[in-house]
T-cell receptor, first 113, second 118 residues
Framework: AQSVTQLDSHVSVSEGTPVLLRCNYS??????LFWYVQHPNKGLQLLLK??????LVKGINGFEAEFKKSETSFHLTKPSAHMSDAAEYFC???????????FGSGTKLNVKP | DADVTQTPRNRITKTGKRIMLECSQT?????MYWYRQDPGLGLRLIYY???????NKGEISDGYSVSRQAQAKFSLSLESAIPNQTALYFC?????????????????FGPGTRLTVL
């Protein structure tokens, strides 16, 4: 079975400081993993995805995530937060046989000026 | 133009009413999904369809039904709406990964429909 746990429901950082959003997954096989962002009153936009190639994945807007199999983690990072990064972020694992996607409960990122 | 569109964007209805949410896509994807989003719960899968003749229940299908009218259209119906169906509803599409079942599909989401059941 597949599942995703986002360890923080809310994260608050100051503009210009690093961002870390944590995600742990459970999967019985080598998973495909995604991060999506949802800005207020908007749909979900893909930030990046891991597809069993490079373990360090670079996405849009300066975000990146590192797949660590030994830790079953796929944490999202950004070196320097921008006010426009304030949004909700979802970690997602893809099911293997049925092509379903399993969403974490989301992490709301607040960026303080 | 948006690749995945949803109508209506907002809807307020009363308990017991039938309501339909529509989704259209121009991405040419075979796979379509309906999710609902509730605060603190992420997105939960209601129904999904891998082609016009294929409909599958997700984890929370009770109280909902769907229709895949064409490759590009996937509708969600609430036959008799109840207040706990108040939520944000998203339609999504996905393509097939380059390596088939082991490939990594990417989902593309519509803008969402905010439904309120009074």
């Amino acid at each position: 079975a597949q599942s995703v746990t986002q360890l923080d429901s809310h994260v608050s950082v100051s503009e210009g400081t690093p961002v870390l959003l944590r995600c742990n997954y459970s999967s019985s096989y080598s998973p495909s993993l995604f991060w999506y962002v949802q800005h207020p009153n908007k749909g979900l936009q893909l930030l990046l995805k891991y597809t069993s190639a490079a373990t360090l994945v670079k996405g849009i807007n300066g975000f990146e995530a590192e797949f660590k199999k030994s830790e079953t983690s796929f944490h999202l990072t950004k070196p320097s937060a921008h006010m426009s990064d304030a949004a909700e972020y979802f970690c997602v694992v893809r099911g293997y046989n049925f092509n379903k996607f399993y969403f974490g409960s989301g992490t709301k990122l607040n960026v303080k000026p | 133009d948006a690749d995945v569109t949803q109508t209506p964007r907002n809807r307020i209805t009363k308990t017991g009413k039938r309501i339909m949410l529509e989704c259209s896509q121009t991405k040419g994807h075979d796979r379509m999904y309906w999710y609902r989003q509730d605060p603190g719960l992420g997105l939960r899968l209601i129904y999904y369809s891998f082609d016009v003749k294929d409909i599958n229940k997700g984890e929370i299908s009770d109280g909902y039904s769907v229709s895949r009218q064409a490759q590009a259209k996937f509708s969600l119906s609430l036959e008799s709406a109840i207040p706990n169906q108040t939520a944000l509803y998203f339609c999504a599409t996905s393509d097939l990964g380059t390596s088939g079942g082991a490939g990594a599909d990417t989902q593309y989401f519509g803008p969402g429909t905010r439904l309120t059941v009074l």
